[in-house]
């Protein structure tokens, strides 16, 4: 299968710290001249930030990169040009209001004297490279007209037209859908054919067995092992990838549901190009997980249950009865409370006190007159009682929110959609960005509340956390079903598995 | 320089009143009699009226550009209506034809979803030409004396319009820090996504902030013609720009969520104190508009240094 042993590039004992956290440590990783290099790993990792320093978006802190036996330092983006490096990042760095030959010849337009583009020349050229790679898209079209796959297309011509030696590709499928994945691959082959190198991220395994040479796999900011695929299988890389759990800050089981009365059903619903036929129970005093890569349409789903965005088809029971939830107000009343998982864009209110934050949602119920005026005395016995029950520290309570740290933040948030006494509270990535000691609390939290008898959904990408603390998990791939588990057959290799696409099996 | 910042935040208005009238006292031996004080006040009690009504657009994250043409359209309907409907149903039907100007500016800049800046500015072109289409461009003369009585007269020595002034400041100050509305107001300007998340009616919020922008800038167009009594289709020319500039040297920050409405009162003031000060200074009337648009930049200035001060503090731990 390797056809050319030669490195082209070779990264030495990197490390890379973040205030309070490493973020990769000793990684040692290469690729060769022609070779797809498939990297994986779970969340936190440590992948996103390697092809960053790879970018030149992030400096290393220690290590050395190694190109065609030349140590080299990346220190900028156009440093990462320079030295044939193209990043396809998630979220592409195109310019939606220019057209695609600009957005491909961007910087280095080809020109008319000193500063005048030559347009002829820059659609011609754009033409030319689109064509050699197959690539059906009319050059003088915005790219904000392009559909995902188009755009990635367009990404993947623009690092040609640069003669890219390596090419770093940031889960590349997630968004596609299975015919352009065929059209995705094959031009990966083609590249490959060339001698450029690629370096191919994914959370899906069978594409990394299908496309690479030699697959890495990353924990914790460390690499565990770098294989060849010949000489390795899809479930050794999975037990890789998952490694000995960490249970440092586990904090115990909750009670098991005995009555198992159902608070929440959700039927037959569809949301366009993201959820597809999915039926779920939710039970009263239960967490109920849901677990799923990129792609897989569960905040898409959650949102829509809440109110936020539409779904196409479906139908929703709550405590029994059929409800049509159109907006959050409508899913507050209801007694559906919702975290989400974009604290800054859409959680807190930033310019406001801490006290202010927790009431916003009941503000109208600490009242005298008729609603109008607000009970101060009210508003602060509510604040109080929550703020010692989730243990949430602040310096006074006319403190702006943004001052506080972020698991306090979080308890705020979640505070504010307990206090409107919800009876299912819907929380995605609850612990994302907030430190360990945080996060064991806001479980404790979790754990406590269900016990009360709230039920509770949780979207996670973190799957300790899914294992140690739901009662059920159900994952889903690409919007449809995939798999559930129970306490009992819960284990992290093969939610893996199921998270993408490789088990597929209920119980129950 | 945070502490700096955040010592102005609560008392910087105060001290430039307070740096005004020592240069005034010094300057000018009337500025030491009570009549010329209360003269200056009720000069700034007409943008502090519409700065209320401002300081709500602001806080909850828009901008109004059409109160001086509200102002001059209330003008223009009186002038109109007086003769047949006497003063009190002209002065009604003007406020309430001013309310629905507030109400389009809401549906549109909710509804449709176009920026409030061009939308309101949009308006005040509408409502200028609309104005002057009515009267055919003149100014229309008011036979009805007795309609002086609403903002010329004084109230137990009080000029009216400062008597107008402090019942507003306290309607508006009550309604937006001891109401459900004014904590809607402040956590729509705050961040929206998060309000509507929240459950608030965003849309229903905003419009009627901007209409209680329109009734604001309306009380004050019956207050002048009242004074002048003559409806003027073009009436306060630029005064838009006073008005910002009231709302914005109070201390009411242009990223929303934060009003401060007695920052808003004494600002107006302070602006007056301006006007009267380059008056005595017997420059040309070309340096008051200077001295608006050196002010409003200033106030600017302040709000980028306290919000990016207060960034740094954050993302540094430092605790504000």
């Not at chain 1, 040009?81 to 961007?106: C, G, M, R, T, W």
């Not at chain 1, 907030?434 to 269900?450: F, Q, R, S, T």
Request: charged fraction near 20%; proline fraction near 2%.
């Amino acid at each position: 299968m390797m056809n050319n042993n030669n490195i082209f590039i070779e990264l030495k004992n990197i490390r890379k710290i973040f205030p309070g956290v490493v973020a990769l440590e000793n990684v040692d990783f290469d690729v060769r001249y022609g070779e797809v290099h498939a990297l994986v790993g779970e969340n936190g990792a440590g992948k996103s930030t390697l092809i960053k320093i790879l970018g030149g978006a992030y400096q290393l802190d220690g290590g050395e990169i190694i190109i065609e036996g030349k140590p080299v330092t990346i220190g900028s983006t156009s440093m990462a040009q320079h030295l044939k490096i193209a990043v396809i990042y998630q979220e592409f760095n195109l310019v939606p209001d220019l057209s695609v030959a600009e957005n491909i010849f961007i910087g280095r337009e080809p020109k008319i004297g000193k500063s005048f583009i030559n347009w002829r020349k820059i659609n011609n050229d754009a033409a030319e490279i689109l064509k050699k790679l197959e690539i059906d898209i009319n050059p003088r079209k915005f790219i904000s007209d392009l559909s995902v796959a188009e755009k990635q297309m367009v990404e993947i011509a623009k690092s040609l037209s640069m003669d890219a030696r390596l090419i770093v590709m940031d889960e590349p499928t997630a968004t596609l859908t299975e015919k352009e994945v065929v059209k995705l691959f094959s031009i990966i082959k083609e590249l490959k054919a060339k001698g450029v190198s690629i370096i191919y991220i994914s959370h899906r395994l069978d594409e990394a067995f299908e496309l690479a040479d030699r697959i890495t796999v990353l924990r914790d900011g460390r690499k565990i092992e770098t294989k060849k695929i010949s000489e390795t299988n899809q479930n050794e890389i999975v037990s890789l990838m998952v490694g000995k759990i960490v249970k440092d800050y586990f904090v115990g089981k909750k009670e098991e549901i005995n009555e198992k009365e159902i608070v929440m059903e959700v039927k037959n619903y569809n949301i366009a190009d993201s959820i597809y036929d999915l039926n779920f129970k939710l039970y009263k005093g239960e967490i109920l997980g849901f677990a799923g890569v990129l792609g897989s349409g569960i905040h898409h789903l959650l949102r829509s249950i809440y109110g936020v965005s539409q779904k196409t088809s479906g139908e929703v029971y709550f405590e029994g009865k059929k409800v049509e939830i159109n907006s959050p107000s409508e899913a507050i009343n209801l007694g559906i409370g919702f975290v989400t998982e974009d604290r800054k864009g859409e959680g807190l209110l930033n310019d406001m006190s801490v006290i202010q934050n927790l009431s916003i949602i009941i503000i109208k119920t600490l009242t005298f007159f008729k609603g109008m005026f607000i009970r101060q005395k009210d508003e602060f016995a509510v604040f109080d009682n929550m703020a010692k029950e989730l243990n949430i520290k602040y310096a006074n309570i006319n403190q702006r929110i943004i001052y506080l740290s972020g698991g306090n933040q979080q308890k705020v948030i979640i505070g504010r959609t307990l206090v409107s006494e919800c009876k299912v509270l819907i929380l995605l990535e609850p612990t994302r960005g907030i430190d360990v000691g945080a996060k064991a609390e806001i479980h404790k939290i979790m754990i406590e509340l269900a016990n009360k008898g709230i039920s509770i959904i949780m979207a996670s990408s973190e799957l300790p956390e899914l294992v140690n603390l739901t009662d059920r998990c159900i994952v889903l791939y690409k919007g449809k079903f995939a798999a559930e588990f129970n306490r009992e057959n819960m284990n992290e290799e093969e939610l893996v598995a199921a998270e993408i696409g490789k088990l597929s099996y209920a119980v129950n | 320089m945070v502490k700096f910042l955040k010592l102005y935040e609560k008392i910087g208005i105060f001290i430039l009143i307070v740096l005004a009238s020592i240069f005034l006292a010094i300057v000018s031996p009337n500025f030491r009699n009570l009549d010329t004080i209360l003269g200056i006040i009720m000069q700034g009690s007409y943008g502090a009226i519409i700065a209320f009504g401002m300081t709500y657009a602001i806080t909850s994250g828009g901008l109004d550009l059409s109160v001086e043409a509200v102002m001059g359209l209330t003008s223009v309907i009186i002038a109109m209506l007086i003769p047949t409907m006497g003063f009190v149903g002209a002065i009604l039907i003007a406020i309430t034809a001013s309310c629905f100007v507030g109400l389009i500016n809401g549906l549109l800049i909710t509804k449709m979803d176009v920026n409030p800046f061009i939308t309101t500015l949009a308006m005040q072109a509408i409502l200028r030409g609309a104005s002057l289409l009515i009267t055919g461009g003149r100014q229309i003369v008011i036979s009805q004396k007795e309609f002086m009585s609403i903002g010329a007269t004084e109230l137990f020595h009080i000029p009216t319009p400062i008597v107008y002034m402090v019942v507003l400041f306290i309607i508006f100050y009550i309604i937006l820090n001891m109401t459900t509305f004014g904590r809607h107001v402040a956590a729509t300007g705050s961040n929206e996504q998060a309000a509507k998340m929240s459950g608030l009616n965003v849309s229903l919020i905003k419009i009627i902030v901007y209409i209680l922008v329109a009734f604001s800038a309306s009380i004050v167009g019956v207050i002048r013609t009242s004074q002048t009594l003559i409806g003027i289709p073009t009436m306060a020319p630029g005064f838009t720009l006073n008005v910002l500039t009231i709302a914005i040297l109070g201390g009411t920050s242009l990223a929303g969520g934060k009003g401060n409405l007695i920052g808003t009162l004494f600002a107006g003031i302070f602006i007056s104190m301006i006007y009267y000060g380059l008056n005595l200074l017997y420059v040309q009337i070309f340096y008051q508009m200077l001295a608006v648009g050196i002010t409003l930049l200033f106030a600017l200035f302040i709000d980028g240094l306290r919000n990016r001060y207060l960034n740094v503090a954050r993302i540094k731990g430092i605790r504000v």
